[in-house]
């Protein structure tokens, strides 16, 4: 655990854990915590870093990213202020979003592991099934950081 919440470092969980979990034991969110940036809902994995972003920090990477460079935060499946990582994430993360159910959550990690990771987001339009529609719905809540 790092970033925005009380007491940063490593915590242990149960295999399954979610978000929410990892930041009860860090103590919760610090005060300039940009909470609704985080999906706590999603299922962590071993070795994850989660970062929790502040106020501050979301502004600056809403404003660089309408500037066309979006950084990204931490490592792991939901870092990046809770968006799913499409090149990590299982099928039950991948299936937290929009327009994304069993079958094309399946599609996807099988795509990854056949072709390799995903470069840059639009990327994911080349699975069956995800094209403009649900792109439009999921691009604000994916990312492909390293």
């Keep these: 655990m790092a970033g925005a919440v009380r007491t940063p470092g490593v915590v242990k969980l149960a295999r399954g854990a979610r978000v929410y979990e990892a930041i009860e ?5 610090a ?5 609704s940036a985080v ?3 999603s299922v962590l994995q071993d070795g994850q870093q989660l970062y929790i972003v502040t106020v501050e920090e979301q502004k600056t990477k809403q ?3 309408s500037e ?3 950084e990204t935060s931490g490592e792991g499946r939901v870092a990046d202020a ?3 990582n499409i090149n990590q994430a299982s099928e039950e993360e991948l299936m937290t979003l929009p327009g994304i159910g069993a079958s094309k959550a399946a599609d996807i990690v099988r795509y990854r592991e056949e072709q390799g990771r995903f470069e840059q987001i639009e990327d ?3 699975i069956s099934g995800i094209k403009e529609a649900v792109f ?3 691009k604000d809540k994916i990312t492909v950081q390293q």
């Design 82 to 84: 809770g968006k799913v």
């Design 31 to 35: 005060k300039d915590a940009a909470i």
């Design 25 to 29: 034991l860090a103590g919760g969110f």
């Design 136 to 138: 439009g719905k999921i």
């Design 124 to 126: 994911i339009m080349n």
């Design 39 to 41: 999906n706590q809902a």
């Design 68 to 70: 066309g460079s979006l």
């Design 63 to 65: 404003l660089s990213s």
